[in-house]
């Protein structure tokens, strides 16, 4: 079992940054590939971002790209998604999400383990 939890979430101004953070505990975090997902009210689940277990490789929906940046510490247990230049549409509650088998990183099928999310609000 692995149990995440986000946080990190608020209000920020369009082009304003904000950082989220999701600490994990349970089986071994350094093992796992690590996600980042969105869902906006009336919308979809969709894909933010992945990491790989070392951090060398990492996946980016084209609508984040140049402007979120995803890490992890293994040592703290803990992945980071930083945000910068947000936008109003960025708005939406973000989760976080682990798998020990994932291989696409885009869908969430892939992902065994959720946290409860975080709320992003981008003011215009």
């Known amino acids: 079992q692995v149990q995440l939890v986000e946080s990190g979430g608020g209000l920020v101004q369009a082009g304003g940054s904000l950082r989220l953070s999701c600490a994990a505990s349970?089986?071994?975090?350094?093992?796992?590939?690590m996600g980042w997902f969105r869902q906006a009210p009336g919308k979809e689940r969709e894909f933010v971002a992945a990491i790989n277990w070392s951090g060398g490789r990492k996946t980016y929906a084209d609508s984040v790209k140049g402007r979120f940046t995803i890490s992890r510490d293994n040592a703290k247990n803990t992945v980071y998604l930083q945000m910068n230049s947000l936008k109003p549409e960025d708005t939406a509650g973000y989760y976080c999400?682990?798998?020990?088998?994932?291989?696409?990183?885009?869908?969430?099928?892939?992902?065994?383990?959720w946290g409860q999310g975080t709320q992003v609000t981008v003011s215009s």
């Open positions: 349970g089986r071994t975090f350094s093992s796992i590939v």
């Open positions: 999400a682990a798998s020990f088998s994932a291989t696409y990183y885009k869908e969430g099928d892939e992902y065994d383990y």
